[in-house]
């Protein structure tokens, strides 16, 4: 069963830091690009992040831009997102997906939502004193 598992969310105060984790069951990661997107209660599914599958290219929403940092690990099967510097409206849950896409460096029309199509079930990161 192919399946996405997003840890790391939690409670932080204004100026602090987490890393989320995506790790993958049933298939390895090695020949997909991920993406890390969040949604907000209420508003719509937003981009933060993509990374691509072999040749490093990633792309940062500019919200986000020096504060966060996408990487992976292929020996464990894993994406990660080095949130820094987080603001409360980073608050939002946060979710990966994968797909067999080309992401291109600072291209957002190469990392949209809507070309992934498997996903995790997200994790919560607020941020507040």
């Known amino acids: 069963q192919v399946q996405l598992v997003e840890s790391g969310g939690g409670l932080v105060q204004p100026g602090g830091s987490l890393r989320l984790s995506c790790a993958a069951s049933?298939?390895?990661?090695?020949?997909?690009?991920i993406g890390w997107f969040r949604q907000a209660p209420g508003k719509e599914r937003k981009r933060v992040s993509c990374?691509?599958?072999?040749?490093?290219?990633?792309y940062y929403d500019d919200s986000v831009k020096g504060r966060f940092t996408i990487s992976r690990d292929y020996a464990k099967n894993s994406v990660y997102l080095q949130m820094n510097n987080l603001k409360p409206e980073d608050t939002a849950v946060y979710s990966c997906?994968?797909?067999?896409?080309?992401?291109?460096?600072?291209?957002?029309?190469?990392?949209?939502?809507?070309?992934?199509?498997?996903w995790g079930q997200g994790t919560q990161v607020t941020v507040s004193s």
């Open positions: 997906a994968a797909d067999r896409i080309r992401i291109v460096t600072n291209s957002g029309s190469s990392c949209q939502w809507s070309k992934f199509g498997s």
């Open positions: 990374i691509s599958s072999r040749d490093g290219s990633t």
């Open positions: 049933g298939f390895t990661l090695d020949d997909y690009a």
